[in-house]
């Protein structure tokens, strides 16, 4: 379920965010490095980026030609929320279906429990608990 997972990422700091003395270079990379972080929620591979544990390390800056902005690449870890078939998951049912629910668990918001999996209960229609044991 979460993973704790160490990854490549290129870092763009835009020219005006440059110092010469380093210490907001450092601060300009952690804070480009969250953004691009929380823009890019998931991959098949490792799932949800859920937060950002330590920054290993930062690459050699690189100029880009036309813009004026320096690429870092960089090396951090962090913990990713990545569900595996056949896992047990514990989540909270929001939407009630003919043929199953809809539950929530941690950053997934649509899980489908089908209601072939759920034996002994049968949907109920116009009740306030829809399934029944």
Same mark, same amino acid.
């Given at each position: 379920?979460? @993973? ?8 763009? &700091? ?14 300009? &990379?952690?804070? !480009?490095?969250? +953004?691009? %972080? ?6 098949? +591979? ?22 004026? +902005?320096?690429? %870092?690449?960089?090396? %951090?870890? $962090?913990?990713? %929320?990545? /569900?595996?078939? $056949?896992? /047990? ?7 009630? @279906? ?6 929530? !668990?941690?950053? &997934?918001?649509? &899980? ?7 034996? $002994? ?13």
């Amino acid at each position: 379920m979460f @993973l704790k997972v160490q990854l490549p990422w290129n870092v763009i &700091i835009p020219a005006e965010n440059l110092d010469a003395k380093g210490l907001m270079l450092q601060r300009s &990379i952690v804070v !480009c490095l969250l +953004d691009d %972080f929380a823009k890019k929620r998931a991959t098949k +591979d490792l799932g949800y980026y859920l937060a950002v544990s330590t920054l290993e390390s930062i690459g050699e800056g690189k100029v880009r030609q036309q813009t004026g +902005d320096v690429l %870092f690449p960089v090396v %951090f870890s $962090g913990i990713t %929320f990545k /569900i595996f078939r $056949g896992e /047990i998951l514990e989540g909270v049912v929001h939407k009630v @279906l003919k043929h199953g629910v809809l539950l929530k !668990c941690g950053p &997934i918001e649509n &899980i489908y429990l089908s209601s072939l999996k759920m034996p $002994g209960y049968r949907y109920v229609p116009r009740r306030k608990s829809s399934f029944l044991e």
